[in-house]
């Protein structure tokens, strides 16, 4: 029950990088057991890499090519924080420069 989980099936573990639920460093432990596995920490992101677009990229090229060895991660760096819901309806549509 306590050991960690020792693996040669292919893996991917992905992580949020602002996941207080499971922190990236659990992710990165459990990896160094899987020795065809990878871990991939989604920038701006919570407990969810999964409701991401890149997050299901990501799963979709996994399981696609049945490894996680050759992913595209390009997509990784383009993921941001969105904006805070300042209302119910949602967060405030951005405005075109100069607006007011």
Known sequence: FYDPVVSDVPAL???GDIDP???PTWGEEV???LSH???IVM???G???IGTACGLKLIEQFIDGASSANLDTSCV???HRPPFFVT???PEPLRASGAN
């Open 43 to 45: 920038p701006a992101t």
């Open 88 to 90: 119910p309806a949602g």
């Open 13 to 15: 573990v992905l992580s």
């Open 31 to 33: 990896v160094t057991h």
């Open 21 to 23: 639920v499971t922190p």
């Open 77 to 79: 760096g383009s993921v």
């Open 37 to 39: 596995g990878r871990h």
């Open 47 to 49: 407990h969810g890499v």
